[in-house]
């Protein structure tokens, strides 16, 4: 693991850590009933959303232990896979976050948040793609 991977992994600890403060000072907006609202609505996403994950990742792990001559190619599938699930999630999110009618500024912090929430991502992602594509 070289430096550039090393430095993409604190970048998104610090990025999430920066946008879950984000997140928090945006709750301030919503008054009591607007946050039971939310977690009401959010209740399933919270408790299934780390599944898919954890299915790429140890789909990740048997092809890899499996397949080893095609570890470049699976790592790069599993950074595909990870990009597409937040896209995914993402969209999801918001179509049930506009369906709420909360606060604008709600919404405008939430959305920063998730900026931040995803540079981390990309932080920790573009170096790990531009080291894996040269050696495919």
């Known amino acids: 693991m070289n430096d550039l991977i090393i430095g993409g992994i604190i970048m998104l600890f610090v990025c999430v850590v920066v946008s879950r403060i984000i997140s928090e ?3 301030k907006h919503l008054s009591s009933e607007q946050k039971v609202n939310l977690l ?3 209740s399933s996403h919270r408790k299934y959303y780390f599944i898919p994950l954890v299915l790429i990742f140890l789909i ?4 890899g232990r499996s397949f080893p001559y095609v570890g470049k190619i699976i790592y790069l599938l599993f950074v595909i896979f990870i990009i597409v699930y937040l896209i995914v999630m993402h969209i999801r999110t918001s179509k049930k976050l506009s369906q709420l ?3 604008k500024q709600y919404l405008k912090l939430y959305a ?7 540079i981390g ?3 920790l992602l573009g170096p790990i793609v531009v080291e894996v594509i040269p050696n495919i």
Do not use: E, G, W
Request: hydrophobic share 50%.
């Open 40 to 42: 009401d609505n959010f």
């Open 60 to 63: 990740y792990v048997a092809v």
């Open 112 to 118: 920063i948040s998730r900026v931040v929430y995803y």
């Open 101 to 103: 009618k909360l606060p």
């Open 25 to 27: 000072k945006a709750l």
């Open 121 to 123: 991502f990309v932080c």
